[in-house]
């Protein structure tokens, strides 16, 4: 039986909450991009709605699950340069390739399955107080518009660029040569979050009063222009209030005595003691620093580098937060350990590399810990970071269950949506279809003109502003399910 931590208060209780740090400091939010509650809400509805990809299956919060601890809890093998070898890392599943006609294309390393990124997803937690954003630090400096160029943010915008680089990424969300004219476009026209289903009150209010993207953006903005820049203000705005700050370890500092437990108690003295610290600096449990740890060589992760251009920053990578780690599914950029114990253990058993790090103010790394000091830190880390709202993805933690959630191993196409017609409206043609007879499970349909992918609808209609009027023409409307099965096309030409 694990005895109350009150009677550790004389000696260990005391020390630590001596040595503890002070409270986690409030969010930076730069001047040019304030919290307001209409953009919050409107960046929560954004980051969960798999409308912003271009084939409606992935969404920011994909790869960022509170549950998961902000990270992916799917796992995608990205095979580097030849599969099968030491190069290969567990990273997050993107889209499938599309051409720049939102048609599937066969990828070199992928095929026709979805692409997989060349690192985990890093918890998006982690990032509210860092200035540069990524594995790598790739998400930081000015945050410019990228239609006009000019400045947005001068200062403190990583979450913002972070936000719009994956949007554009054609592995993670975007199709080949995708343009932000046509994501906001087809914003415009679209039901927010019309692929998901089971939406938290707030989202479900604010659609409810305003139900498409124009009219939420007004609220949020004052006018209804939908723009890249106002887009990634909304979805900054709301990672922004996602402040993890209600931990034992959190309560503990706040004078709780009882909420850690002896083993998380040792735990905590462990971390400092064999130097954990150095890097994951109390409160933030990460100093947002970049360290090789003598993981991966180099050789097949530049990391820093990539970014600097400084040979001394070679294979380094973030210091992630680890609050909240003990809901990761997997553990360190390359996604290599699938539990926590194995992330522990190899500070103590791993592999010394010869670019690995020193600790800094702390020289090498000599973790001479025994098995039970080693269990001590796993149960700080698993328990005493843990806030219970995110690991039960209670407000402001709370979300949407996406389609990808929904399917299980469906693998049934779904019949031809039925009565394919169109009609001439001034210069545009209004094209629509009934629903498949046997409508079960369909989520969306993909509309396409000459074979090229014009619109992914939720509606069964659809205005052809740019119809080849006196040419021919032909549409073809595919329903689609939840597991992203399509049915047989029905087809209409027009000559």
Known sequence: MVTSSAKLVPALSACLLMTAAAELPPVPVPAENPITETKRVLGKILFWDEQLSSDNTVACGTCHRPAAGGADPRVGKHPGTDPGTIDDVQGSQGIVSLDRHGRPTEHPLFGFDRQVTARTSLSNFGALWADEAFWDG????EFRDPLTGRVAIATGGALEIQALTALANDAEMAK??????????????????DVASDLPDDVAAAIR?????????????GDPAITPVRIAFAIASYERTLLPDQTPWDRYRAGDLDAMNELELY????????QCVKCHEPP??????YFNIGLRRAEYDLGRQAVTGDPEDAGEVRVPSLRNVGLKPRFMHTGEFQTLSAAVSFYRTGAVLAER????????YAFNMSTVTEGDIH????????????????FPFDRPTLRSERHGADTLAPVAPRDLRAKLEGTSLKLSWRAPADNTGIVDYVLH?????????????????HAPLGAAVTYDVLARDAARNESPPARLTIR
């Open 267 to 274: 735990g905590w003295q462990a971390m400092q003691d064999f």
């Open 379 to 394: 149960a700080f880390l698993k328990n005493a970071l843990t806030d219970r709202r995110v690991h039960a993805e209670l």
């Open 357 to 364: 790090d020193r600790i800094p103010g702390g020289g090498t």
């Open 176 to 193: 080949h040569g995708r343009t932000w004219q046509e994501l906001t476009a087809k914003l415009a026209r679209t039901t927010p979050l």
């Open 284 to 289: 933030l449990f990460t100093n947002n620093d």
């Open 209 to 221: 009063d305003r139900p498409g993207y124009p009219e939420l953006f007004a609220a949020a903005f």
């Open 449 to 465: 003109r000459n074979g090229g992918v014009i619109a992914l609808l939720t509606d069964t209609s659809f205005v052809d502003a």
């Open 138 to 141: 790739s998400a930081a400096g």
